[in-house]
């Protein structure tokens, strides 16, 4: 079997471009705001690229750089400023926080109009109602990404593995929403799934989306099934000569041959995220003009 090979970073070009030529139209450039606390090498890459993707669509953006011993009432003053800010159509607060600060406060103290991550319980809530604001980049990027392809998901069968508010659960109510781009049948598994393989292995998708690497082979994906991998693991790799690689929560190497399509790992959904956030700002932006904010 042939399978295709879901690669993010052509539909992410096509995204970026068409954003680049409407912000070259627009009266002014939205604005993305990053609140990044402390040293964690994960995040300090992550913002890295939200930076250039900024620089390549013309965007206003800015970078918050706070110490790990920031405290608790600086963050939210930082956030406070950022949502009387006026240039500012977009806030995003990079995660994992240091363990001394609360993180779900924190997100809350974001205006819900200005949260292009999708993470505030109103948007949430407005995703859960069928009327979505901002939707969560990643499940966001999964979607365009199977619509870029030809996947069809009404009337499919898909298994999710892992039920985090980033991914899974978002990922989960989009799915099953009206519309050419739902209308699809959901299990959400986790860690307490019983017959995890038996609803995997029934399924027309697979979203692999727990942190686990290859933890997901071919005992759990059956033969012509469509397979996401959202993880992104860093495992010992002695043949490299960083001593490491990245592979997913599916086994790629076990399955590739017998599937209808797999993202790869790196270079799948990754491309795809950034490209959301990058949207959704510019929604925001639109948005916040007609409301005169």
Not at 31 to 58: F, N, Q, T
Not at 143 to 164: C, D, F, N, T
Not at 165 to 182: D, E, F, H, N, T
Not at 213 to 224: N, S, T
Request: charged residues 25%; contains cysteine.
């Amino acid at each position: 079997m042939e399978t295709l090979l879901l690669k993010g970073k052509p539909v992410r070009d096509q995204i970026l471009e068409k954003l680049a030529e409407q912000v070259r139209k627009a009266p002014r450039p939205p604005g993305l705001a990053v609140i990044l606390v402390g040293l964690d090498p994960a995040s300090a890459v992550y913002v890295s690229h939200k930076e250039k993707g900024c620089r390549e669509v013309g965007f206003h953006h800015e970078t918050h750089k706070l110490p790990c011993e920031a405290t608790q009432d600086e963050v939210i003053r930082l956030v406070d400023k950022l949502n009387a800010d006026d240039t500012i159509d977009g806030i995003l607060i990079q995660l994992p926080l240091p363990a001394s600060l609360d993180q779900d406060r924190i997100l809350l103290r974001v205006d819900p109009r200005k949260d292009v991550d999708g993470f505030h319980p109103e948007n949430l809530g407005r995703l859960v109602a069928g009327s979505p604001r901002f939707v969560s980049c990643t499940p966001k990027g999964i979607i365009r990404l199977l619509e870029h392809y030809g996947i069809q998901l009404p009337g499919k069968k898909v298994a999710i593995v892992g039920r985090s508010v980033i991914v899974g659960r978002p990922l989960a109510l989009l799915l099953s929403l009206k519309g050419p781009s739902g209308n699809a049948t959901v299990t959400l598994c986790h860690s307490g799934t019983r017959d995890l393989s038996a609803i995997t292995f029934s399924s027309d998708i697979v979203i692999a989306a727990m942190g686990s690497a290859r933890a997901l082979g071919e005992m759990e994906i059956a033969p012509g099934a469509v397979v996401v991998d959202v993880g992104i693991n860093r495992i010992e790799a002695p043949d490299r000569k960083s001593g490491t690689r990245l592979v997913g929560d599916v086994n790629f190497p076990e399955v590739v041959d017998r599937v209808a399509a797999i993202t790869p790992v790196p270079g799948g959904v990754g491309p795809m995220t950034i490209a959301m956030l990058l949207e959704n700002t510019w929604e925001a932006m639109l948005r916040n003009m007609d409301e005169g904010i």
